[in-house]
């Protein structure tokens, strides 16, 4: 029994140590995101605000740009899908993988070629693991993303929206990723970022204009709506890219939170039920100990009497 006691204490010494690494991470997971609503909370608005701009621009003008215009038929289509580049985040990249695997799906359906995007670590090696193609990835920033990095993602996009589909372009610019709720939801979304769904951002417009008890915005267009839909579309692109990567690390963060909280838990579950094997144990022994000792004073008296006689 003493060998059963010295693997229990083992086992206890080396959960513990999980434990305070699991706690560790919680604790960190924690404070980013905090940092990380605030980000959101500032890019969300410009986000809003460039999507209005841009509506209005192709909506009040005759001008039949490349990026507003429905091919007709649409033949392919980029799909950006944001995940991780670490794990120990729970479903967080299983869902985002899955959220962009049903869109791909739903694309192919409508018989269109899909070009797939891929952020994160956890989302290229799915790819690569299922020997699958990706056009392009990036890696290394997704639970800090900046301005920068958006950029970086949107050109390639932006450039194959503006090159013909026989000449290995898109007509349009899909993007599954994680949409942040509050801390405890965080909910997969599919969003179509390009051609411009036209109708209904201008409903959303207005209707947050009636929300908001202001009245409707009216631009003006110099020098003129082709050269400000030009300088328009990319930013629009950037900033939409950046608020989901944003979106994706408050998200990816409350995930891991919430896994890392639901592991320390599980390890004090753990410790519990390992001490009160350990002092069953040590009582076995403690019992076993008293038994021999009593059997052998037994015998002793059991032999001087028997002398004594």
């Known amino acids: 029994m003493g060998a059963q006691l010295r693997v229990y204490k083992r086992r206890i010494k080396s959960v513990t140590a999980t434990k305070k690494i699991t706690r560790?991470?919680?604790?960190?997971?924690?404070?980013?995101?905090?940092?990380?609503?605030?980000?959101?909370?500032?890019?969300?608005?410009?986000?809003?605000?460039?999507?209005a701009a841009v509506s209005a621009v192709a909506q009040g003008?005759?001008?039949?740009?490349?990026?507003?215009?429905?091919?007709?038929?649409?033949?392919?289509?980029a799909v950006l899908v944001v995940t991780s580049d670490r794990g120990?985040?729970?479903?967080?990249?299983?869902?985002?993988?899955?959220?962009?695997?049903n869109l791909t799906g739903e694309l192919i359906a409508e018989g269109k070629e899909v070009d797939t995007y891929i952020v994160g670590r956890k989302g290229v090696a799915y790819y690569a693991f299922r020997e699958r193609p990706v056009t392009q990835s990036w890696t290394g920033f997704?639970?800090?993303?900046t301005y920068a990095d958006a950029k970086a993602v949107a050109a390639p996009l932006i450039e194959a929206m503006e090159r013909d589909t026989d000449e290995g372009g898109v007509d349009e610019l899909h993007i599954a990723y994680t949409e942040f709720v509050s801390m405890m939801t965080q909910t997969p979304v599919e969003r179509r970022m390009l051609?411009?769904?036209?109708?209904?951002?201008?409903?959303?417009?207005?209707?947050?204009?009636?929300?908001?008890?202001?009245?409707?915005?009216?631009?003006?267009?110099?020098?003129?709506?082709?050269?400000?839909?030009d300088a328009l579309l990319p930013r629009y692109v950037e900033s939409r890219i950046y608020n989901a990567l944003l979106q994706s690390a408050a998200s990816e963060h409350a995930a891991r939170?919430?896994?890392?909280?639901?592991?320390?838990d599980n390890a004090e579950e753990l410790i519990r039920s390992l001490t009160r094997l350990a002092n069953q144990a040590r009582q076995a022994d403690i019992t076993q100990e008293i038994s021999e000792i009593v059997g052998g004073a037994n015998a002793l008296a059991d032999a001087t009497a028997g002398s004594e006689r």
């Open 195 to 229: 051609p411009l769904t036209l109708a209904s951002t201008a409903e959303e417009s207005a209707e947050a204009f009636q929300r908001a008890g202001e009245p409707h915005a009216l631009y003006d267009f110099e020098p003129s709506p082709e050269q400000v839909l």
């Open 88 to 101: 120990l985040a729970g479903g967080y990249s299983a869902n985002a993988l899955k959220a962009g695997e």
């Open 24 to 51: 560790a991470m919680e604790m960190i997971a924690a404070s980013r995101i905090i940092k990380a609503q605030r980000k959101v909370a500032a890019s969300t608005p410009y986000a809003d605000e460039l999507t």
């Open 257 to 264: 939170r919430r896994a890392m909280k639901s592991a320390t």
């Open 142 to 145: 997704t639970d800090s993303p």
């Open 61 to 77: 003008s005759e001008v039949k740009h490349p990026l507003t215009t429905e091919a007709d038929p649409a033949r392919r289509a």
